[in-house]
């Protein structure tokens, strides 16, 4: 089983940045693809943002070149930069893990963009 814990949600106003985070805990393993998928109300899940072990990463077409994901293999936490948040990214964020053929969920984060 893998354990995730996010952190880092909250109000922002409209331009303004938020960086979430996502630790993850029990049993690691050095293959994985890791990252966020967000929720708004009456919206279905989408991806937002993922990265390998390898460090391959994929953005949703709505983020690129405002969001940036990173990891630390060592601390085996990834985090999520956003600038330049929008009404429209207000969600609340999940971290996922996908390992051994497994997807592993946070509790999920809420992202609050208002002024």
């Known amino acids: 089983q893998v354990q995730l814990v996010e952190s880092g949600g909250g109000l922002v106003q409209p331009g303004g940045s938020l960086r979430l985070s996502c630790a993850a805990s029990g049993s690691i393993s050095r293959f994985y693809a890791m990252g966020w998928y967000r929720q708004a109300p009456g919206k279905q899940r989408e991806l937002v943002a993922l990265i390998t072990s390898r460090g391959v990463t994929n953005y949703a077409d709505s983020v690129k070149g405002r969001f940036a994901i990173s990891r630390d293999n060592a601390k085996n936490t990834v985090s999520l930069q956003m600038n330049s948040l929008q009404s429209e990214d207000m969600a609340v964020y999940y971290c996922?893990?996908?390992?051994?053929?497994?997807?592993?969920w946070g509790q999920g984060i809420q992202v609050t963009v208002s002024s």
């Open positions: 996922f893990r996908n390992q051994g053929g497994n997807d592993y």
